[in-house]
């Protein structure tokens, strides 16, 4: 029944969003369709390995607060818990003097698709400097619904070669106190062009495969990844 009644929920709130725009709006709503060879949160897959099609839906209520909504989906024939991802965000955002900016977010992330509760709810906040360097901290009270706190820690550089070109480099820490720790990095090259952002990663994991309460999780080596901004 909740697989059933997920898409139209997302449906519902892309639209609401849509429907939102006013005379006196700062900023349209924003639209992306992205296809992925794998999905990867805190460092390690969700979907095994398998791809998946993510929509996004944004929408900026004031120049500071943003709301917005995700439905990801794997692609091929799957019954894993985590295939199926529908979130949805609030996030505020705050210029810190001239070359910082501090974004806080709070994401409920539902997986409709799973047979016990895994739903859970994080908060992350996030210090972006104009040089392209941000730092990210993000806290859950209930880590896939699995009564333990999970605490992810994250530093990012983003650096432009030309027009078009990029690569960012990533390294993240994620702790679950008195049941696992590991750290985790991957390196990307992008491509910019128009509308479509076309990316390559490779991913380290410091465990090759976690064994965890909530099933073994792996992460890959390689992803690639296919974003089209509609609008």
């Not at 099609?53 to 917005?68: C, R, W």
């Not at 990029?166 to 992008?190: C, E, K, M, T, V």
């Not at 390559?200 to 992803?223: A, C, F, M």
Request: net charge positive.
């Amino acid at each position: 029944m909740c697989q059933r009644n997920y898409i139209p929920k997302f449906i519902f709130t892309a639209l609401l969003l849509l429907s939102a725009v006013e005379s006196s709006a700062l900023e349209y709503p924003t639209l992306s369709l992205r296809l992925a060879t794998d999905a990867i949160y805190q460092g390690v897959s969700e979907t095994n390995g398998k791809p998946i099609l993510a929509v996004n839906g944004e929408y900026a209520l004031t120049s500071n607060i943003i709301v917005g909504a995700q439905l990801r989906k794997v692609i091929v024939n799957s019954s894993l818990p985590r295939d199926g991802n529908f979130s949805t965000y609030i996030g505020y955002d705050k210029a810190i003097g001239k070359n910082w900016l501090s974004s806080t977010y709070i994401v409920h992330r539902k997986f409709p698709q799973a047979r016990i509760d895994w739903d859970f709810t994080q908060v992350s906040t996030r210090l972006s400097n104009i040089n392209s360097l941000s730092f990210d901290i993000s806290y859950s009270p209930n880590y896939y619904s699995a009564s333990v706190k999970g605490i992810g820690t994250k530093a990012q550089y983003t650096k432009d070669v030309s027009k078009h070109w990029y690569w960012r480099a990533q390294l993240g820490n994620f702790n679950i106190p008195s049941l696992l720790s590991y750290q985790h990095a991957d390196l990307s090259i992008g491509l910019r062009f128009q509308k479509i952002n076309i990316e390559l990663s490779y991913h380290w994991i410091s465990d090759t495969e976690l064994r965890t309460k909530v099933g073994n999780i792996q992460s890959p080596n390689v992803l690639l990844s296919i974003t089209y901004a509609a609008f």
